[in-house]
């Protein structure tokens, strides 16, 4: 074993991987995914366009085809450009990779989305998490408190925020974005975007120091691995150099070119999970002892007495939510559940009364 203690960094020594549960015959509700597949039609047309990738040929890096297609169909202003990411998960560790100065700190709000952290501590960062109100509200006086003290290179706000959906006021990002001013970037990562239906995209061209960051996961192709963010050319040329050259495999290309000819079903698919998560909340509040927090995102986070209990009374009835009770003091007893079909919500809302 002397061998990794030798080598390995203490950071990637503290550091526990990434657990994904099995969840092979289980109603899966734990990771945000849409839970709709393609039709058969679109199946068929998308083997079509695949089967014609020259899978023998490196991708051509520039991604000028689908940076277009993105551009076109995500709202990226005029005059803007996205650099893509192997779902956004790459581009957090580019940022951190570009960023990391000795001493560079990055600093997000707690609970939040578990990546900021670790890309953090893997690029040799400190990471200042800035606990949420008790409401899950932002905390702005903690968080312009925090800015000043450490004066972050990077800032992170999920919007909305995951694990809790909240949706943070768009007056206290302001001023976050002001705060910061040209001492650090800030990240509005909008990966639930097609849920909030409000964006901070089309206010790139106010801030210097805003990066807007995206992904196709939630909308319905997490298994692709695409992401893309924008902001201003000078960052992007930037972050340019730090993302290896073919990071988007030439498969991910063509289907993610395809499915921009079709985001109206994708975009169909949001509006039912939004119609949806009213409906599951509404029914969950007449359970007795649930609280449900207001969320902009396709999960709802709720709060039940004993939610281990509840949780593993779920797994008995093969249903798989998140049990984020141990994450953060904020969140204890909270399970996150995430939004589905009507018939999947129905089995959980049976499951759940059974298990409470
Ligand atoms: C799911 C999620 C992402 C990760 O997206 P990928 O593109 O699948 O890597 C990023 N940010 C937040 C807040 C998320 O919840």
């Known amino acids: 074993m002397s061998l990794i203690a030798n080598i390995i960094r203490p950071e990637v020594l503290a550091l526990s991987a990434y657990h994904v549960p099995d969840s092979s015959g289980f109603v899966k509700l734990d990771a945000m995914e849409n839970p709709y597949t393609l039709s058969s039609d679109l199946q068929r047309a998308l083997a079509e366009r695949l089967a014609q990738v020259a899978l023998n040929r490196y991708p051509v890096p520039s991604y000028t085809g689908l940076k277009n297609a993105i551009r076109q169909q995500f709202g990226i202003p005029e005059n803007y450009d996205v650099v893509l990411g192997n779902g956004s998960d790459e581009l957090i560790s580019m940022v951190s990779v570009a960023c990391a100065k000795p001493g560079a700190k990055v600093l997000a709000p707690v609970p939040g989305f578990v990546m900021y952290a670790m890309s953090a501590h893997l690029a040799g960062m400190d990471f200042v998490g800035v606990p949420l109100c008790a409401d899950l509200t932002l905390d702005k006086a903690a968080m312009l408190a925090a800015i000043a003290e450490h004066r972050p290179a990077i800032t992170y706000l999920a919007y909305p925020n995951n694990p809790t ?38 206010r790139l061209a106010e801030f210097d120091n805003l990066l807007v960051m995206r992904t196709v996961s939630k909308l319905g192709l997490a298994g ?102 141990k994450m953060h003091a904020l969140l204890e007893n909270c399970l996150r559940i995430t939004v589905s079909t009507p018939q999947e919500n129905a089995l959980f809302l049976d499951a759940l009364s059974a298990s409470l």
């Open 224 to 325: 692709i691995r695409l992401g893309y963010m924008s902001g201003s050319k000078a960052l992007l040329d930037e972050l340019e150099k730090v993302r290896p050259p073919y990071n988007i495999n030439v498969l991910t290309e063509a289907a993610a070119e395809f499915m921009l000819q079709h985001v109206d079903i994708l975009d169909d698919q949001a509006a039912q999970l939004r119609e949806q998560r009213s409906a599951l909340a509404a029914a969950m509040r007449q359970l007795p002892g649930v609280i449900v927090f207001p969320s902009a995102a396709n999960f709802l986070l709720i709060r039940v007495p004993q939610a281990e209990q509840v949780f593993a009374n779920l797994l008995k009835q093969k249903i798989l939510v998140k049990n984020v009770g």
């Open 165 to 202: 959906g909240t949706l943070f006021e768009v007056a206290d990002i302001e001023a976050i974005l002001r705060a910061v001013g040209d001492t650090g970037i800030v990240i509005v990562d909008e990966a639930y975007q097609p849920f909030a239906q409000t964006s901070f995209m089309p």
